[in-house]
């Protein structure tokens, strides 16, 4: 099923079953069978979301982000992968892909990321972990691990 005003280009790669809601902007990325992608979700170059996957409207996945099998990502959730964000170079030229380094993030199978959560690049987050709503995660979480606040902190396991 596809949603009306989607952007959805040529070179992204959908499994069986997906499900993309209205004004959906995807590109460069594959997205496995069964995943359902809200309203106004962008998914940048080279992310990979694995099967019966949930990403919820308004969220912002980037370029360097792998999502495995069976992760809920909820309302308004975003990904970043420069710690080092700058428009220019040192010369004040715009920068280009060729002027930054690229940080990767992968969330693990069966993880629930709550809304409003950031996640910062180059962490993992382990399997079946939870991060709390509006965390912002600045370091890897622990498999099982709940976590929450500014930054994220465990505050308990999840031994279900």
């Not at 499900?19 to 995807?26: A, D, P, Q, S, T």
């Not at 069978?33 to 912002?60: A, P």
């Not at 964000?85 to 040192?90: D, H, L, S």
Request: hydrophobic share 40%.
């Amino acid at each position: 099923m596809r949603g009306e005003f989607c952007l959805i280009a040529d070179d992204v790669v959908l499994g069986r079953d997906v499900k993309i809601y209205n004004f959906v902007n995807l590109y460069g990325c594959e997205i496995g069978d069964g995943t359902k992608i809200g309203s106004f979700v962008e998914i940048q170059k080279g992310v990979r979301v694995g099967r019966n996957c949930k990403i919820s409207s308004h969220t912002f996945i980037c370029e360097g982000v792998q999502i495995e099998d069976e992760v809920f990502i909820g309302h308004n959730v975003n990904f970043i992968n420069d710690k080092y964000p700058r428009a220019t170079t040192e010369t004040g030229a715009l920068k280009t892909e060729a002027d930054w380094h690229l940080e990767r993030t992968v969330v693990r199978r069966g993880a629930s990321i709550g809304t409003g959560a950031v996640i910062l690049g180059g962490i993992q987050i382990a399997e079946r972990a939870i991060i709390g709503a509006g965390a912002v995660v600045t370091r890897d979480v622990p498999a099982r691990a709940i976590v929450a606040g500014n930054p994220a902190r465990v505050i308990r396991n999840d031994e279900r």
